[in-house]
């Protein structure tokens, strides 16, 4: 099991720039697959971007290019640096972790949730 805090949400203009943090506890962060989703009022949960213990990455297609992954092993975070927002990424942000990158990706039975974080794009 892993703690997940996420932090960096809020509100910005259509253009901007904001960049999401998620600090993990536990001794195995490196082992685990790591990654972002989002859910926006009335709409499914969708994986936006993720991260494998070896550093592989997807995206969503409609973050390529405009939203970047990364972790830092070292001090247990995962990152979302998300620029060129548009306001239709107007959504509550999930981190997640699980040992096993397939059901983080597909999004099933994903074992660790982040508490949310809230970010809102103006037009």
């Known amino acids: 099991q892993v703690q997940l805090v996420e932090s960096g949400g809020g509100l910005v203009q259509a253009g901007g720039s904001l960049r999401l943090s998620c600090a993990a506890s536990?001794?195995?962060?490196?082992?685990?697959?790591m990654g972002w989703f989002r859910q926006a009022p009335g709409k499914e949960r969708l994986l936006v971007a993720a991260?494998?213990?070896?550093?592989?990455?997807s995206y969503a297609d409609s973050v390529k290019g405009r939203f970047t992954i990364s972790r830092d092993n070292a001090k247990k975070t995962v990152y979302l640096q998300m620029n060129s927002l548009k306001p239709e990424d107007t959504a509550v942000y999930y981190c997640?972790?699980?040992?096993?990158?397939?059901?983080?990706?597909?999004?099933?039975?994903?074992?660790?949730w982040g508490q949310g974080t809230q970010v809102t794009v103006s037009s």
């Open positions: 997640a972790a699980d040992f096993n990158y397939r059901i983080l990706v597909a999004d099933k039975g994903i074992r660790n």
């Open positions: 991260i494998s213990s070896g550093g592989s990455t």
């Open positions: 536990g001794r195995t962060f490196s082992t685990y697959a």
